[in-house]
DNA sequence: ATCATATATATGATATTGCATATATGTGTT
DNA sequence: AACACATATATGCAATATCATATATATGAT
């Protein structure tokens, strides 16, 4: 459900082909939102036939016609009204915890390969996030002030991205210095989450 | 796929009926795994079938029979082979941030609504942490020093829910902070990037 | 020369998910 | 008396999601 408002979202900003917006996801909203391809096309034939989109077939001498989808009045409507919904809030799938919590089955080597991976991936997106937030600076300092204002959603994200992945990164490498130092425990633990919960 | 592993997990743990591992995975897991009960009766039914888990059938007097399944020694070895495998990174989906990434068609009011709803989505949640943790540790010490073992993989997990939900809270209450005093902008969210990635 | 990548749209097949519903009965609540 | 909730398993169906593949060609890399 989703996939087709956020696909209206980008098309309230400018009109877009089913290519284009597949790169336009991956570039802004991939770290909370990853759109699959197909996906994105079938999603346009149902906006379409929905009346929330209408698009323009554009000719091209040697590649496919582009289609170049714009958001219909209709659209805007449905899509105002989505975004003041509460959202939904679909279950949370993560492998990477399931296999933690079963941590007692697991030897230390494995367990810490499974840490480790895991904090570069978080590095990595971590500086992803710094190379995004450098990028939308200078964008910003190339816009007009009525301009700046579509900037506020993506500067919101990118913060939850890096508030979230700095926390994630704490979490991984308190665990890896516990693990390394043989400090892993159940009372430790406790501990932290009674830190972190503000209880004495 | 990680439900089949995640039912095996706790099958390694002791035996249970399909209906005692709904309530399992509800008071367990859920904050990073649920599972739907529908679900879980048709992956053990896949899990019998590849002869990971067995069942014995107990006639009840007036209630159906149970089927309590347990794991078999080939799927003690599935298991602790998939617990050692790089975790599935499935996409990530987080409808709110997709609404706040369209910040900029809300009105103050519903953007201000979304965000306190979560928060006292997230609050309760953080309740339920700091409750869970209290059981964990009252449980830790009625077990001899082989069981407590178990609760690692728990503890750690809970761990994770409690410094990541601290942190998403933090994001929330500065959000509306910025909101209510007229200083949310791309600027300050920026430095606020900037900050958290420890960047001068 | 060959291979990967980019441009551009689309379908088929499968997998997974979630929701509703069916069956059967005891217990507790309003 | 009616209704919700707990116990217990299971199927049907619709909605999504994911993966592979098809078509067509240009450009850049090895």
């Known amino acids: ?12 900003v ?11 996801f ?16 079938r999603a346009l034939g149902e906006l379409a ?3 929330f989109v209408q698009f323009e077939r554009v000719a091209q001498a040697t590649r496919p016609d582009r289609k170049v989808y714009e958001i219909t009045e209709s659209g805007v409507t449905a899509l105002v009204a989505w975004l003041a919904e509460p959202p939904e809030t679909p279950a949370r799938r993560e492998p990477l915890l399931v296999k933690l919590f079963f941590a007692s089955r ?17 590095e990595s997106e971590l500086a992803a996030f710094a190379d995004y937030a450098a990028v939308m600076s200078a964008r910003f300092d190339t816009l007009d002030v009525s301009a700046q204002s579509a900037l506020l959603g993506p ?11 700095v926390a994630y990164r704490s979490w991984l490498v308190g665990l890896l210095a516990r693990h390394d130092d043989v400090s892993l425990s159940v009372t430790a633990l406790l501990d932290d989450v009674r830190n972190a919960l503000g209880n004495a």
Chains 1, 2 share one sequence.
């Open 1 to 12: 459900m989703s996939l087709r408002f956020a696909i209206l979202g980008f098309l309230s």
């Open 14 to 24: 400018r009109p877009l082909t089913g290519y284009e917006l597949k790169q336009t």
């Open 26 to 41: 991956d570039r802004s909203v991939r770290h909370f939102w990853s759109a699959d391809q197909a996906g994105i096309y």
């Open 49 to 51: 036939r929905d009346g």
């Open 106 to 122: 697991l030897n230390a080597a494995s367990f810490r390969d499974l840490l480790q991976a895991e904090l570069t991936a978080v």
């Open 155 to 165: 500067a919101i994200t990118l913060t939850n991205g890096a508030l979230l992945g």
